[in-house]
């Protein structure tokens, strides 16, 4: 699993999170990091923020697509914004969740994410 978020103290608990839930976890800074040659190597599931400075988290989405990567992706968002919700869950998208998230519903979308799989 990939978390793409470039608040430090964020994707560090996320990362810590997904960890206690038994999924290994890599954390990106960013998503020019993340699309980085073997930067999703082996991901089954990521989780990225919205809002980013360079690449933000719909135009990673659409990146990966035209990759043909399709693995399950979990939006977070401090600036919940219905027009990129109804954007990014037609793109395909498990989750948006805003900021902060509890643990239970990261861990709830995560779930069904990888079910599906």
Known sequence: M???DDDDAVRQATVS??????????GFASAEDFLRPGGDEGVDCLV?????????????????????????IVFVSGFLDDAV???????????????????DALASCLERALAAR
């Open 2 to 4: 990939a978390i793409v």
């Open 17 to 26: 999170l997904v960890r206690s839930l038994g999924h290994d976890a890599r």
């Open 48 to 72: 990225t923020d919205v809002h980013m400075p360079g690449i933000d988290g719909t135009d990673l989405q659409r990146k990966l697509l035209e990759r043909g990567r399709t693995y399950p």
């Open 85 to 103: 919700r109804n954007s990014v869950m037609a793109a395909g998208a498990f989750c948006y969740l805003g900021k902060p998230f509890a643990g």
